[in-house]
T-cell receptor
C-alpha cells in the first residue's frame, strides 16, 4: 500500500513564476481531490476529478490555476503568475467512489 | 461562507480523561460527516465517520455523536492518550461529492 504521494514536498518561488505540483493517488481510486490549507484553517476544496473528468471547480480556483488528470491516473495542479496569497499547503486526496478519502502529505508553497 | 465550524481552536486534557471535540454545521443537506486527525508535516488521516441516518458511531476509544436538529456533532475520545495529541478536523458532505472542513481543534493530552 503506497498511499497518496505528492511532489515536491516544498516549493519556494518568486512572485510571478509558474509552479506545478504532482499528485499520485492510490492506484484503484477513481476520485482525486485538490485542497488548499492555510495556517489555522482546515482544507478548502479546490477541485475534483472522477477518472479523467474534472467534475467541479471551486470559485477559489482563479483562472491562474489549472488542474489535469490525464488518463485518470496522476494529477497536476499548475499555478501561473504566482502571488504571495498563493502561499499555502496544497493537499491531494483520493478515494474509490463512496469510500473515505486518503490524503497525501501535501506540497507547501512559499511565494516570496 | 463557513459551512462547518469548530469554535475551539485548542483543547487541553489530562491523560486518561475524556476529550470532547465539537463541530457545528449550517447546511441541512449535509448527510455524511467525518473526523480526521492531523500530525505536523503529514496529511490528515481518517478517524471515524457517521451518516445522517445514525446518531452515534463507535470505534474503539472514539465515538462520534450527531445531533441533526442542532446541526452539531462531537467526537469523544475515552480514555485520552498522549499519542492522541494532534489537530482534529471535522468534515461534512452532501451526497458524498466534496467535503467541507472545519478549521480544526488542536488537542493536547498531558501525561
Amino acid at each position: 500500500d503506497t498511499g497518496v504521494s505528492q511532489n515536491p514536498r516544498h516549493k519556494i518561488t518568486k512572485r510571478g513564476q509558474n509552479v506545478t505540483f504532482r499528485c499520485d493517488p492510490i492506484s484503484e481510486h477513481n476520485r482525486l481531490y485538490w485542497y488548499r490549507q492555510t495556517l489555522g484553517q482546515g482544507p478548502e476544496f479546490l477541485t475534483y476529478f472522477q477518472n479523467e473528468a474534472q467534475l467541479e471547480k471551486s470559485r477559489l480556483l482563479s483562472d491562474r490555476f489549472s488542474a489535469e488528470r490525464p488518463k485518470g491516473s496522476f494529477s497536476t495542479l499548475e499555478i501561473q503568475r504566482t502571488e504571495q496569497g498563493d502561499s499555502a499547503m496544497y493537499l491531494c486526496a483520493s478515494r474509490h467512489n463512496r469510500d473515505r478519502e486518503f490524503f497525501g502529505p501535501g506540497t507547501r508553497l512559499t511565494v516570496l | 461562507d463557513q459551512q462547518v465550524k469548530q469554535n475551539s481552536p485548542s483543547l487541553s486534557v489530562q491523560e486518561g480523561r475524556i476529550s470532547i471535540l465539537n463541530c457545528d454545521y449550517t447546511n441541512s443537506m449535509f448527510d455524511y460527516f467525518l473526523w480526521y486527525k492531523k500530525y505536523p508535516a503529514e496529511g490528515p488521516t481518517f478517524l471515524i465517520s457517521i451518516s445522517s441516518i445514525k446518531d452515534k458511531n463507535e470505534d474503539g476509544r472514539f465515538t462520534v455523536f450527531l445531533n441533526k436538529s442542532a446541526k452539531h456533532l462531537s467526537l469523544h475520545i475515552v480514555p485520552s492518550q498522549p499519542g492522541d495529541s494532534a489537530v482534529y478536523f471535522c468534515a461534512a458532505s452532501a451526497g458524498f461529492n466534496k467535503f467541507y472542513f472545519g478549521s480544526g481543534t488542536k488537542l493536547n493530552v498531558k501525561p
